[in-house]
């Protein structure tokens, strides 16, 4: 019973879209005929109208309603990505700056003659 009640709904779904493309077909034929030209103009030309007033009215809701909100979570994501690369930007800097103490401690230990086991990296010759 299921089955058959499945089956006759995805017929009645093909007959809907057969139905449709038969429609689509038929107002581009009779479109093309020098018989209703004047109609068909006069409806593209409303139709048209119709569709450049309908994205006016989108244009300007997108542009009072979405881009502000838009344009305040970039604004959020700016931030956290400025905040972010000074972050790394400080720990690169503080790295560096630890690298190069410990490089110049090591030369200076090995002057002076001093063996120290955390400045060993540094390859001086005495």
Not at 15 to 41: C, D, E, M, P
Not at 106 to 113: A, E, F, K, R, Y
Request: proline letters at 1%; one cysteine or more.
């Amino acid at each position: 019973m299921l089955s058959k009640n499945l089956k006759m709904h995805k017929e009645k779904g093909i007959i809907k879209y057969i139905l449709a493309v038969v429609a689509v077909l038929a107002v581009v034929f009779i479109s093309q005929q020098n018989l209703f030209r004047g109609t068909t103009q006069t409806f593209y030309n409303g139709f048209s109208e119709k569709v450049k007033r309908s994205l006016a009215g989108a244009t300007s809701w997108v542009n009072a309603n979405a881009v502000p909100q838009i344009s305040s979570e970039v604004k959020k994501g700016g931030e956290a990505l400025k905040e972010g690369a000074s972050q790394a930007k400080e720990q690169v800097t503080q790295n560096v700056a630890e690298k190069a103490k410990n490089y110049f401690s090591g030369i200076v230990d090995s002057i002076l003659g001093k063996n120290n086991s955390v400045n060993s990296n540094c390859n001086v010759n005495q």
